[in-house]
């Protein structure tokens, strides 16, 4: 077995392993060179190097683990990947933009600090061109702090490092490694957990074992072991007029691992008055599917169709404190006519478009996502149809 981790700072890491006393090999992949969205993500690797699954289920794994080895030779003749600098160095004078993000990739796990000058200009380079490059605004963050830790930092490193991991998050709102990136240095109303609050307690543990513990080269700090506020309520007031996802970037829960119920209950005493709207999100048996509490709580934002009015049109819950949890979770508001709004119809019952923003795991144990649900809201009931 062989573990993945998406640090920036290799040493805690392994200060971590020391204190857990874990024996199997880490690698680093801090650039996110795999481009995971989210973790955790298990791939098996057959003996001859090639990839058989990705994510597998248990009978998937029990299947891999019970087939005979490939026979040598069996899977023909593979390139070497070995990594050549010479030879990316040369395709990187060419100035295409794929031949530089290897240059600059290679700069940055192998050219050591000295290098990371010129790791950050060629990133930069790519970005002239294409400056959506969600990947390559991210990866330059990461040069830009490393360079921070370095000796050969520079004033402003930790400034552009966080404002390209911003870039890089307004283009994929989904990548849960930018965003834990941003969230490690970020206010405590958007953390998920503290990031670093068990060094000290790990330290103490290794000391008690007649160990020195691994040394840090860049110590954490403030942000680092912050815990989350413990009530989140004032984000509503924070963004009441503005939407959360307006660009509709965050990818829709398409396999429904939670589902939603509405019921719209118009006035006994009018029924073009009001009307309240109550909503169910309930974790989808089936997919076994839970809440990720360690995340933001669950948002809902509605736009109120022409000649309507919402009380509210941004919802925050709060997350329980357990770091999951399979309850089901209500929204309640009412939607509200303007006087004309029955003289103006159309002939078309008005709609109110919302949408939900979570964050969900499949299965026990399973990938943790971001995801976003649309819901209709159909108000003919509240005008009397």
């Known amino acids: 077995m062989v573990g993945i981790i998406q640090e920036q700072h290799p040493d805690r890491c392994r200060l971590f392993m020391q204190w857990k006393e874990m024996d199997w090999p880490i690698l680093v992949d801090s650039l996110n060179l795999l481009e995971v969205t989210a973790v955790p993500i298990t791939i098996l690797i057959d003996e001859t190097g090639i990839i058989q699954a990705v994510r597998p289920d248990e009978s998937s794994l029990k299947r891999f683990l019970a087939e005979a080895p490939p026979e040598a030779g069996s899977t023909g003749s593979h390139e070497s990947r070995r990594l050549d600098p010479e030879r990316l160095e040369a395709a990187a004078r060419g100035g295409l933009p794929d031949d530089l993000s290897r240059w600059a990739d290679y700069l940055v796990q192998w050219g050591g600090a000295a290098r990371l000058g010129e790791a950050t200009a060629t990133y930069e380079r790519v970005l002239e061109d294409d400056p959506r490059d969600g990947v390559t605004q991210f990866r330059l963050g990461v040069a830009y702090r490393r360079r921070l830790d370095s000796d050969f930092r520079q004033d402003g490193d930790f400034s552009r490092a966080v404002d390209s991991w911003e870039k890089a998050l307004s283009l994929d709102p989904n990548q849960y490694i930018w965003r834990r990136r941003i969230q490690q240095y970020g206010p405590r109303l958007d953390k998920p957990y503290p990031f670093y609050d068990w060094i000290h307690e790990a330290r103490e543990a290794i000391q008690m074992r007649g160990e020195a513990p691994v040394d840090l080269r860049v110590e954490p700090r403030g942000a680092e072991f912050a815990h989350p506020l413990p009530s989140k309520e004032h984000v509503g007031e924070r963004t ?114 919302g949408y939900a923003l979570y964050y969900v795991c499949e299965d026990i144990d399973g990938t943790c996502l971001y995801r976003r649900q649309n819901i209709n809201l159909p108000l003919e009931r509240a005008i009397g149809e």
Do not use: C, Q
């Open 240 to 353: 009441l007029r503005s939407s959360p996802d307006p660009e509709d970037r965050v990818s829709l829960d398409d396999d429904r691992l939670i589902e939603i119920s509405t019921t719209l209950v118009a006035s006994t005493a009018d029924a073009s008055s009001a009307v309240r709207v109550h909503l169910e999100f309930r974790p989808n048996d089936e997919l076994k599917a839970h809440w990720n509490n360690e995340a933001e709580g669950l948002i809902f934002w509605v736009d109120a169709p022409s000649g309507w009015e919402a009380d509210k049109h941004f919802h925050a819950l709060d997350n329980p404190e357990s770091e999951v949890s399979r309850e089901n979770r209500y929204i309640e508001f009412e939607m509200t006519p303007r006087e004309t709004v029955v003289g103006e119809s159309s002939g078309r019952a008005p709609v109110a478009r």
